[in-house]
Structure formats: structure tokens, C-alpha cells
Nanobody, 122 residues
Framework: QVQLVESGGGLVQAGGSLRLSCAAS????????VGWFRHVPGKERECLAV????????YHADSVKGRFTITRDNAKNTVYLQMKSLKVEDTAVYYC???????????????WGQGTQVTVSS
């Protein structure tokens, strides 16, 4: 089992920045990847960014490329999502996930955090 705890969400004005953290514990594997997703009620969950623990290889969705950056700190078992130039449409619950079960960056993940709310005001 892997436990994931997100933090760093909150209320920010459009154009502002936030950094989300995803602290992992339990049976984490350096062969694994961690992804950030977001969900707005009534819409499909969106895969935003993924990073591998070992190599630090990354994927960023086109919708956030250039504004969001995923990084990791292996010593702290923590993955970050730095978000800048936030827009009202970035308002969502943001989740991190681990335990990638497919060869696709945004494939099926086994473990999920509880989510953190990000609200961007105009």
C-alpha cells in the first residue's frame, strides 16, 4: 500500500501561483511514477503531469505546458506541482496518484490521495 497526502491548495487570484505537494509513504517504489490530476464536478478527470521517481522523466499535458511544472524530491518522497499564471478555469480538486499500472503516462493508477481544492478567483 502507498499513502498519498496532498497539500498546498487554496484560494488564489487569477494570474497567481501555487505549489501543491504530494507526500508519499508506505511501499513506494523507485520504479513507479506519480501523477497529478484534477477534477471538476460534471467533467472528466484530467491528467496534468507525471514524473518518474528514478529518472525524473516528466510528462505535461498540453493544457498546462508552460504554466505547470512537476518535480520530485526523492529524499522527502514528495512530488510537487508548481502552478503559475493560474486561470479561473484551473479551479478544481487536485489529486496525486501512484502505482501506475500501464505503459501510458495517464493510464490506470492504483493509489490516490484525498485531493486538495484549488480555487482561482477573477
Amino acid at each position: 500500500q502507498v499513502q498519498l497526502v496532498e497539500s498546498g491548495g487554496g484560494l488564489v487570484q487569477a494570474g497567481g501561483s501555487l505549489r501543491l505537494s504530494c507526500a508519499a509513504s508506505g511501499r513506494t517504489s523507485r520504479g513507479d511514477a506519480v501523477g497529478w490530476f484534477r477534477h471538476v464536478p460534471g467533467k472528466e478527470r484530467e491528467c496534468l503531469a507525471v514524473i518518474t521517481w528514478r529518472e525524473g522523466s516528466t510528462y505535461h499535458a498540453d493544457s498546462v505546458k508552460g504554466r505547470f511544472t512537476i518535480t520530485r524530491d526523492n529524499a522527502k518522497n514528495t512530488v510537487y506541482l508548481q502552478m503559475k499564471s493560474l486561470k479561473v478555469e484551473d479551479t478544481a480538486v487536485y489529486y496525486c496518484a501512484a502505482g501506475l499500472k500501464s505503459s501510458s503516462w495517464c493510464g490506470e493508477y492504483e493509489f490516490w490521495g484525498q485531493g486538495t481544492q484549488v480555487t482561482v478567483s477573477s
